[in-house]
């Protein structure tokens, strides 16, 4: 008997997953316990393995795709077995071709025929719409000619936009019956660009006019054209000017318009080199204005931007982040820190052999102290109570190659220097491998975040919901200080508190960090 798998929940926060990789194919045999596939959830990529065991009938979530949690991931049962019944109408019409009214055709974009008053076979093809913002086209070259046979496929003319010139394809076969719009002429998108029909097929009373029900040749039933009402040709007056007429009007191609306007160029500056002394895209890019009889030099570049699909982490600390930020009303204290005694204290630690703590060791074992003598800090807000947490659970945030993430030191108040280092080298390796799971990040009851190794002097965070308060670290700065009434050189790090102002008062966060400062200042404090 066929069983449906949907998208497991493989977290607590997990609302949508996406498939990174299937290891398994449709037609599969699938034993009890073989891994089916590779999900990215909002914090790590985990392997997904069957409970069932059978034959991969169908998945229904192909690679790269994201879903939400219970929809139909895939069917396993007997190799034979008809899975039809199981599948919805979405999942079955998903294999089959959209109806004609919901399908968005390149044939439909960029040509329309008139089925009810054309001649049997014709096609009129109109300027076709080759960019969002373009309005207007200008036909290059033509590559075919009247008379000449058109596959389907056949490039038919390039085209002149306002961002570049293109290739424009025919999408019917027959014969160049007329060409509405000849080289360098300029018209309106949905203008008559050509028409495709039989050979010898009469198209002389064809133009650029609206065509209309009551266009259709007398001996055609009008009851008819009302069923089908026929799809119109924008009408385009065409203004020729000859080449002894003395208007001021300039010509130029919509793209050369374009560039002009971004570069500020005036149209009457320019002599044209196109027909009829058209001003065209070369005209504007070889343009060189005097200044004082100087050429001054003209940079040129590309603007462009490359598109990186947001990944599910990405896509949830966002989310979360943007609900911490509007939601708790964040506000921040800061203070300077004499990093002396730590720094003599950590090398006298370090001296001893298989002993290496970091200063953020330090800095974590600090505030799991200090939160113990602040619980207020170490509280979470609800609509109906706050909650403050007996137990202390600091998270670090770890940059990994798709965003941040926050593993959990769990009871890090009893934790030694040693104990914290050890754990957070572990747990922040797994985070960057995306090894680490869910259980590993959750429950955290305050956060530090240090980007002090890059040379960050001072920052502030957003705080890690549904904990109170973060605390941002900065670098270990050399400078001038005062000590004992003297001028000399010490060492500071800057560290900011942020807080959510619902749960920690201002006096609160002072004086939790005022804690901090001694611990930091006199580590030995740490070790009674």
């Known amino acids: 008997m066929a069983t449906l798998i949907t998208m497991p929940r493989l977290s607590d926060t997990m609302e949508e997953g996406t498939v990174a990789t299937w290891l398994k194919k449709v037609g599969d045999t699938v034993a009890e316990g073989d ?44 190799k034979s077995e008809d899975i039809s019944k199981l599948l919805s109408p979405d999942d079955q019409a998903s294999s089959e071709s959209e109806t004609p009214e919901h399908t968005n055709t390149a044939t439909e974009t960029v040509a329309a025929s008139v089925t009810t008053a054309l001649p049997e076979g014709v096609e009129v093809i109109t300027m076709p719409r080759l960019s969002d913002t373009m309005e207007e086209g200008t036909v290059a070259t033509w590559l075919k000619k009247e008379g000449d046979s058109i596959q389907e496929g056949d490039i038919l003319a390039e085209i002149e936009t306002d961002k570049a010139t293109m290739e424009f394809e025919s999408f019917y076969t027959g014969t160049l019956l007329k060409i509405g719009i000849h080289e360098g002429e300029t018209a309106l998108v949905d203008a008559l660009l050509a028409i495709v029909g039989p050979s010898g097929t009469d198209v002389s009373g064809i133009t650029g006019a609206t065509l209309k029900p009551e266009s259709v040749p007398s001996q055609e039933a009008p009851q008819e054209a009302s069923k089908t009402p026929p799809i119109v040709v924008s009408e385009v007056k065409t203004e020729a000017v000859p080449l002894s007429s003395t208007t001021q009007r300039v010509f130029a191609s919509p793209l050369a318009k374009k560039m002009a306007a971004d570069k500020g160029i005036s149209l009457n500056l320019i002599k044209g080199s196109g027909e009829n002394g058209r001003i065209v895209k070369s005209d504007i890019e070889n343009y060189q204005p005097t200044v004082g009889g100087a050429v001054p030099y ?169 904990n109170s308060a973060i605390l941002s670290v900065g670098a270990i700065i050399q400078k001038p200080v005062v000590k004992n009434g003297a001028l000399a050189v010490g060492n500071t790090m800057t560290v900011t508190l942020a807080c959510d102002h619902r749960t920690v008062d201002g006096a609160t966060g002072a004086k939790f960090l005022q804690t901090l400062r001694n611990y930091i200042e006199n580590p030995v404090t740490m070790f009674v």
């Open 35 to 78: 891994i089916l596939a590779e999900i990215e959830t909002d914090k790590a990529t985990m392997e997904f393995e069957s409970f069932h065991e059978g034959t991969l009938l169908h998945i229904g979530i192909a690679e790269g795709e994201t879903a939400n949690v219970d929809a139909l991931l895939a069917i396993i049962g007997d």
């Open 298 to 466: 003209t940079v040129v570049g590309t603007e462009s931007f490359e598109e990186i699909k947001n990944s599910q982490m990405r896509k949830t600390i966002a989310k979360r982040l943007g609900e911490s930020k509007f939601s708790a009303p964040h506000y921040y204290l800061t203070i300077e820190l004499d990093m002396d005694n730590a720094m003599a204290s950590r090398a006298a630690i370090n001296s001893a052999p298989d002993v290496k703590i970091s200063y953020n060791d330090m800095i974590v074992k600090a505030c799991a102290m200090a939160l113990r003598k602040h619980p207020q800090v170490n509280s979470q807000w609800t609509d109906g109570v706050m909650r403050i947490a007996k137990h202390i659970h600091v998270g670090v945030a770890v940059a990994v190659d798709d965003g941040l993430l926050v593993p959990v030191l769990k009871f890090a108040d009893q934790m030694t220097f040693s104990q914290i280092g050890v754990n957070v080298k572990d747990l922040a390796g797994k985070a960057r491998n995306k090894k680490i799971t869910p259980q590993e990040m959750d429950g955290s009851t305050f956060t530090v975040s240090n980007l002090g190794m890059f040379g960050i002097k001072e920052f502030t965070s957003i705080i890690n919901a549904p």
